[in-house]
């Protein structure tokens, strides 16, 4: 069994047993995408939703959630996923401040999770479940295998 | 050699400990973390001095730490990474355009909380728990207008830019996600990253000469870290906008 943290603007698989992580998932959104069948899966952490520019640089392509998500289904599939099994799991794009008025001064987690849902429904890969929005940060790991995705959010432990 | 080269303003060489935590720095990129260093380091003194109206206490703070990083080292600089804080959060528009954080501590809260409503609240005593919730969120949201606004009027003031405060935001959070936050906001493709922090420090039980005791006696003077002062900046931009433009006319 493995244990690896995702980095922000990131992505990393794992085989049966290995376990991913994501501290401080605050608008970024940790995707999780696997294939139960074949025991493989990979997370990505993006922080914004799409790239302005052209990404010449692959690595810097999985900060976005409108490329990095396909670089990941392209990653699994190297690695012997069948796209037709793949399901994904996500959980991020808080709000994080707010101020006096409750006015929240940053849509981008918002516009995370709309950016990460529209490219997972592009690509015909269904949501099993999903812990998105609200104000707190979170923290994530996702276990390969039992595919469950434990979520730390106001210290309490949710599984999705 | 940009190694001798010091700050007109106060005569520091910085580039020797610099030499010291980053060792893989080009001789521009030393020149430009000097240049940084000096002008967070006016931004700081100018923040702590508005600080000194609130507290009795003598309010100063340390050296600023600037750091180049990629964004995968972010989560290396802020310590305990689900450790929960007070995170003051304010955006500035304008030549440059970014956010500055303030880190409060859990514990030290109660502490700036009370000093304050000791100076400026007669009977807390008689605010209900919801009035007061509401009062130290409204006194968080002004110390860190007062802070945030002296800290960017002085980089203003310094570099001749124009610079246009937001309103202030606050969120109480884990470590990690103030990394998300000021990486979030800056919206835009980066390679590399500057990380620029300076702390505000309070001494609860100063003395008047300070200045003529032992550093053993300072040591044990009882003092209280009031925050974090944090940006992040893209490189790049800050190098084409501000640092090129300036650097010629601050260094010898």
Known sequence: MTKKIVAIGKIETGKSGDELMCVGVGSCVAVAIYDSNAKIAGVIHVFLPTSKKEIKDTSKATRFADIGINCLIEKLQDLGAKKIFLKAKLAGGASLFSNENKVSTNQIGHRNIEMCLKVLKENKIPIVSKDVGGEKGRSVVFEVGSMDMKVKKNSKLKII | ?252
């Not at chain 2, 520091?12 to 080009?26: A, G, M």
């Not at chain 2, 980089?155 to 937001?166: A, E, N, Q, T, V």
């Open chain 2, 1 to 252: 050699m940009v190694n001798n080269k010091n700050c007109i303003f106060c005569n520091t060489n910085f580039s020797e400990n610099d030499k010291i935590e980053q060792k893989n720095l080009s001789s521009e990129q030393l020149l430009h973390k000097d240049f940084l260093k000096e002008v967070v380091n006016i931004a700081t003194g100018s923040a702590a001095i508005s600080l000194t109206s609130f507290f009795k206490e003598s309010i100063v703070q340390n050296i600023p730490e600037i750091k180049f990083i990629q964004i995968e080292d972010a989560y290396d600089l802020i310590g305990n990474l689900e450790e929960e804080v007070m995170i003051l959060s304010l955006d500035i528009k304008g030549d440059i355009r970014s956010t500055l954080l303030m880190i409060i501590d859990s514990n030290n809260i109660d502490f700036i909380i009370d000093k304050i409503f000791s100076n400026y609240v007669e009977d807390k005593n008689s605010l209900s728990v919801e009035e007061f919730e509401q009062m130290k969120v409204s006194v968080l949201s002004e110390i860190m207008n007062i802070v945030g606004n002296a800290y960017f009027d002085a980089i203003s003031r310094f570099l001749g830019i124009k610079l246009k405060c937001d309103i202030v935001s606050m969120s109480y959070d884990m470590r990690a996600v103030i990394i998300n936050q000021l990486i979030s906001n800056l919206e835009e493709d980066f390679d590399e990253l500057v990380y620029c922090k300076s702390e505000i420090i309070i001494e609860k039980n100063r003395k008047d000469n300070i200045e003529n005791l032992s550093s053993s006696v300072k040591k044990e003077l009882d003092c209280i870290n009031f925050g974090e002062l944090i940006i992040f900046h893209n490189y790049d931009v800050l190098k084409e906008n501000i640092i090129e433009k300036f650097k010629d006319e601050y260094y010898d």
